[in-house]
């Protein structure tokens, strides 16, 4: 049952879509015969030219044939005509120029209907759909049926290649940014899964990881006693012999234990090992700061994959001092810059594009993020007339 409120118009094309409507209805809307508006007569009509009866669909067809200008003009400037009344009427410009004058500036036809137009030996025509941005830009190929129209207009060509360069630079603008998104994805994808942390409630709590977890068993490490420095560099209190050199004397398993659980002096050391293990095992140490994160974003003594972990560091990596850092930083792995350069400030991506100290292509990336930037700005605007 229809919904009360619903229009006899309304009702009427329901019921001919489902097929319940009596033959003798489907023809009298066919003649326009029904006291319903043109819009409904028209949309109804429209459907009939399908109809199962050749009768009904001969009529259908002459109602439509004979639509007057004056009624065009009438549909296509009411708000309420259908869309697929509109498409009809843009099919046929020649027959209805007023009409046709309307829809080339409408927002409410889809922009495939618009392509006879496109095609339309209408100067005014073609001058309205060229103003509308919003089809050229849905639809492109429009632009292309305008650009080799040979009844464009002369005096039209200017505005129309400048409209269509800033929906080309706009295009390419969304599709570098969907392209960004597209690495950033592809290259947390490739990243290793975030560490797990180790099972042991105490061992989690100092920060320490699943894989390291495992390892500690193997380095024969007092838990209880990780906490003193002296055990671990082998020193007692007084010791005059500096840190670098105890530090040199270790093993590796010795290094390891201090870059997980030792000092500030120890780490500041440690995170620039030849070893990368040991090196990583100082961005896991529970005391690791922002600080020593933004010094070693910094640094350009440091093994790539400890940049990398301070990049992905759930805390630190989200710092805009060492995203920033992090990009400049030549020995920054290029995937790890890339992905950070859409994050910086337009001041500091200026001074990117200059800095022949990073990758060409993070240079590259820089420049990109700038046009898009500039791309968004031009969008806003509005357009002179």
Same mark, same amino acid.
């Given at each position: 049952?229809?919904? =009360? ?77 259908? =869309? ?9 410009? /020649? ?32 001058? !309205?759909? #060229? ?20 009844? !464009? ?32 994805? #592809? ?9 797990? =942390?180790?099972?042991? =409630? !105490? ?25 003193? /420095? ?61 600080? @020593?994160? @933004? ?65 060409? #292509? ?24």
């Amino acid at each position: 049952m229809s919904e =009360p409120g619903t229009s006899l118009g309304s009702r009427i094309i329901e019921a001919i879509r489902s097929g319940s409507a009596p033959a003798k209805a489907r023809l009298a809307a066919a003649r326009g015969s029904l006291p319903l508006a043109r819009g409904e007569l028209v949309a109804l009509q429209l459907l009939l030219r399908e109809d199962d009866e050749p009768q009904i669909r001969d009529a259908a067809g002459e109602s439509l044939a004979a639509l007057s200008g004056e009624d065009a003009v009438a549909l296509a400037g009411d708000q309420e005509t259908a =869309p697929e009344i509109l498409a009809w009427l843009a099919s046929e410009p /020649r027959r209805w120029p007023e009409a046709a004058r309307m829809l080339a500036s409408s927002t409410r036809v889809d922009p495939q209907a618009l392509v006879p137009l496109a095609e339309s030996d209408d100067e005014e025509t073609l001058r !309205f759909l #060229a103003g509308n941005h919003r089809a050229l830009k849905a639809h492109p190929p429009l632009g292309s049926l305008l650009q080799h129209n040979p009844h !464009f207009p002369k005096d039209a060509e200017a505005r129309l290649l400048d409209v269509l360069d800033e929906l080309r630079k706009e295009a390419a603008a969304v599709r570098a940014d969907d392209a960004a998104r597209e690495a950033d994805a #592809a290259e947390v994808a490739r990243e290793p899964d975030a560490p797990r =942390p180790a099972s042991d =409630p !105490f061992l989690a709590s100092l920060g320490v990881d699943a894989e390291l977890e495992a390892v500690l068993p193997e380095l024969n490490i007092d838990i209880g006693a990780l906490a003193e /420095r002296s055990e671990l560099l082998g020193a007692e209190d007084g010791d005059d012999e500096s840190l670098l050199a105890r530090l040199a004397r270790l093993k590796v398993g010795q290094k390891l234990k201090l870059a997980l659980f030792g000092g500030r002096e120890e780490r500041s050391l440690l995170i620039r090992d030849s070893n990368r293990i040991v090196a990583t095992s100082v961005v896991k140490n529970p005391k690791f700061s922002e600080t @020593e994160a @933004e010094m070693a974003a910094n640094s350009r003594n440091v093994n790539q994959d400890v940049l990398r972990l301070i990049a992905r560091h759930r805390d630190f990596g989200k710092l805009y001092t060492i995203q920033h850092s992090l990009v400049r930083n030549p020995r920054c792995p290029q995937e790890i810059a890339a992905r950070l350069v859409p994050s910086l400030r337009e001041q500091d991506l200026k001074l990117l594009v200059r800095n022949r100290n990073v990758s060409e #292509a993070v240079r590259r990336q820089a420049k990109k993020q700038i046009e898009i930037l500039n791309q968004r700005r031009r969008v806003r605007l509005p357009i002179r007339r």
